[in-house]
């Protein structure tokens, strides 16, 4: 089936960086895109960024211009998403989607990884 | 950036009964808005894309309507499984911004 796979939860101290991994199985990686969107706790959904599995396009959210790096590995269809400089308010879930771009839709989602930001 | 608006924040309803929610664009977005429902601890599941096709897998209780700047997401008759959390998302422009978000609760 159809799935999406996270890494495991991080905790990271302000400042460094993290980079969490979304392995897909069950369908072609490179015929989809893998949008990364985050939740903070008790918030709404954030969306951080796109990147295309095919080519490595990426299009990212500008308030995290210059921190976030968004990545694939087409030899194991694994996504990744590197946030640098974290602060307090980086303490969120992470979720990694499968992005249908022709039909404007996330249709699969991972369970998400949850990153804490603590000194 | 598209700023969407949801309203209410909050739906108090009892199964059985229609909720109708809305969801605001600040500019036209055309028919590019997505819906997605979210339950407590999990990831957030599609609904209906291009403002009223629902996904594969949705019930018909769910239809969305609308293009341009409104649009409405609306349940027939409330199960006890569709109370949760329903967010809009435009896909016209980068950033594909979401709502805020509409709880439907009981």
């Known amino acids: 089936q159809v799935q999406l796979v996270q890494s495991g939860a991080e905790m990271k101290k302000p400042g460094a960086s993290v980079k969490v991994s979304c392995k897909a199985s069950g369908y072609t990686f490179i015929s989809y895109g893998i949008s990364w969107v985050r939740q903070a706790p008790g918030q709404g959904l954030e969306w951080m960024g796109w990147i295309s599995a095919y080519n490595g396009n990426t299009n990212y959210a500008q308030k995290l211009q210059g921190r976030v790096t968004m990545t694939t590995d087409t030899s194991t269809s694994t996504a990744y998403m590197e946030l640098r400089s974290l602060r307090s308010d980086d303490t969120a879930v992470y979720y990694c989607?499968?992005?249908?771009?022709?039909?404007?839709?996330?249709?699969?989602w991972g369970k998400g990884t949850t990153v804490t930001v603590s000194s | 950036e598209i700023v969407l608006t949801q309203s209410p924040a909050t739906l108090s309803l009892s199964p059985g009964e229609r909720a109708t929610l809305s969801c605001r664009a600040s500019?036209?977005?055309?028919?590019?808005l997505t819906w997605y429902q979210q339950k407590p601890g999990q990831a957030p599941r599609l609904l209906i894309y291009?403002?009223?096709n629902r996904a594969t897998g949705i019930p018909a209780r769910f239809s969305g309507s609308g293009s341009g700047t409104d649009f409405t997401l609306t349940i027939s008759s409330l199960e006890p499984e569709d109370f949760a959390v329903y967010y809009c998302?435009?896909?016209?422009?980068?950033?594909?911004?979401f709502g805020q978000g509409t709880k439907v609760e009981i």
């Open positions: 998302q435009q896909r016209l422009n980068w950033p594909w911004t």
């Open positions: 500019q036209n977005i055309s028919s590019y």
């Open positions: 989607a499968r992005d249908d771009s022709s039909n404007n839709y996330m249709d699969v």
């Open positions: 291009d403002a009223s």
